[in-house]
């Protein structure tokens, strides 16, 4: 079955206790983003990564980081987690083009104390 | 810079009643449109999209969206909802003019009443 799928699916830290979300999609397309949902802000995009070692800011970086080795991975990593990042984070691919459809994970929701 | 606004927070409608959720878009060129599905503690799906030819574009589960470069709309309509619409619905773009970035609108909270 073609899917992307998030780990954890739900995950509570504290303050400054790095953590790494894992996406994976199987179905070897080039392209892969991060999302974060807040309550009336929408999606707002924290990286994207067009092919393997290729990776650029979206809208809101900030405190994030995240790496492409390899075209089915896409890691997302807090390093000093941070309350306000405190949200429902969605992981999304598609073939390259920006006409094509996203699909997206199942999301993790994260909760910073 | 490109944005999306969906101007309703939320929507009430009866079981059976026709739905319009509105989306308007900014863009100097023409977008390519799309309109997802969140289901509750699910991520979100295609309904449908635009990027040339027709302006009337059928989707999933009996949605439909209509392209009007005038009014720079796309709104999506579907004519009977189904208690199982209830959910959450994004309006999104992408640029003709390369950027990767797509932006979403805040989205549209659906409620059906039986």
């Known amino acids: 079955e073609a899917q992307v799928t998030q780990n954890p699916r739900y995950l509570i830290t504290v303050t400054g206790k790095k953590l790494t979300v894992t996406c994976s999609q199987n179905?070897?397309?080039?392209?892969m983003s991060w999302y974060r949902q807040d309550p009336g802000l929408g999606l707002r995009q924290i990286y994207y990564s067009m092919n393997v070692e290729v990776t650029d800011k979206g809208d809101v970086p900030e405190g994030y980081k995240v790496s492409r080795k390899e075209k089915r991975n896409f890691p997302l990593i807090l390093e000093s987690p941070s309350p306000n990042q405190t949200s429902l984070y969605f992981c999304a691919s598609s073939t390259k083009g920006q006409q094509e459809t996203q699909y997206f994970g199942p999301g993790t929701r994260l909760l910073v104390l | 810079a490109q944005s999306v606004t969906q101007p309703d927070i939320h929507i009430t409608v009866s079981e059976g009643a026709s739905l319009e959720l509105r989306c308007n878009y900014s863009y100097g060129a023409t977008p390519y449109l799309f309109w997802y599905v969140q289901s509750p503690g699910q991520g979100l799906q295609l309904l449908l999209k635009y990027f040339s030819g027709d302006t009337l574009v059928q989707g999933i589960k009996g949605f439909e969206a209509e392209f009007k470069r005038s009014q720079s709309s796309f709104n999506l309509r579907k004519p009977s909802v189904h208690w199982s619409d209830a959910a959450e619905y994004f309006c999104a773009i992408t640029s003709s003019g390369g950027s990767y970035i797509p932006t979403f609108g805040r989205g549209t909270s659906l409620i059906v009443h039986p």
């Open positions: 179905m070897n397309h080039e392209y």
